[in-house]
């Protein structure tokens, strides 16, 4: 049971340049979600999905696009990255009971 | 639209002394509230919740809070600080309005001094 997992660990990308990052959870939660760390703000929720095939926007959804094609995994993209995304990003999933659990987080930094 | 606060940015204790994270809440309706915590280069990891029941709750590591819904507070407490719980401590509160959302506290940078 590995719990909710995140590809990749790290990335580097030159503005617009464009990537996705995978959130794979083996719990069979129906919801997860998409969140940035930035210092001082805390976690921001981008987008999020109440089950497979469903997604929705968050607090901060600009500049990025989610899907939910099968139930254990989340994609999270950025068409056309820009310096103001760069940032720690987190997958969670929720359990039954309200709690949600956490990947480890992909750090992405736009030069 | 519900919120958390946390006033303090950073709180630092010595070891053994007993150690205090505040946070105050904003809820329309009964609040679900969580403590969690981050240490460094990790993801969150779940501490303990309250939702309903007794209002000191019990969660990981020897932590507790107390709901407090006069002073619609939340403050996460343990006893006796240990160097290992120096971590990054974040209060959220469950959105009323559905889909499970929370939203988040800014986060408290705990130091514990040996």
């Known amino acids: 049971n590995a719990g909710v997992t995140q590809t990749p660990k790290f990335r580097v990308l030159k503005t617009g340049q464009s990537m996705t990052l995978l959130c794979a959870q083996d719990m069979n939660h129906e919801y997860m979600y998409w969140y940035r760390q930035d210092p001082g703000m805390g976690l921001r929720l981008i987008h999020y999905s109440v089950g497979e095939g469903t997604t929705a926007k968050g607090e901060v959804p600009d500049g990025y696009n989610v899907s939910r094609l099968k139930k254990q995994n989340f994609l999270l993209g950025l068409e056309s990255a820009a310096p103001s995304q760069t940032s720690v990003y987190f997958c969670?999933?929720?359990?039954?009971?309200?709690?949600?659990?956490f990947g480890p987080g992909t750090r992405l930094t736009v030069t | 639209a519900q919120s958390v606060a946390q006033p303090e940015d950073q709180v630092n204790v010595a070891e053994g002394n007993p150690l205090t994270v505040k946070c105050t809440y904003s809820?329309?309706?009964?609040?679900?509230l969580f403590w969690y915590v981050q240490y460094p280069n990790r993801g969150l990891q779940f501490l303990l919740k309250?939702?309903?029941?007794?209002?000191l709750v019990k969660g990981s590591y020897g932590f507790e809070a107390e709901f407090n819904k006069s002073q619609t507070s939340f403050h996460l407490k343990k006893p006796s600080a240990l160097v290992s719980d120096s971590a990054l401590y974040f209060c959220a509160v469950r959105d009323t309005q559905g889909n499970n959302r929370l939203a988040f506290g800014k986060g408290n940078q705990v130091v514990v001094i040996p």
């Open positions: 809820v329309s309706g009964n609040p679900y």
């Open positions: 309250y939702i309903t029941g007794d209002n």
């Open positions: 969670a999933s929720l359990s039954p009971t309200y709690e949600q659990y």
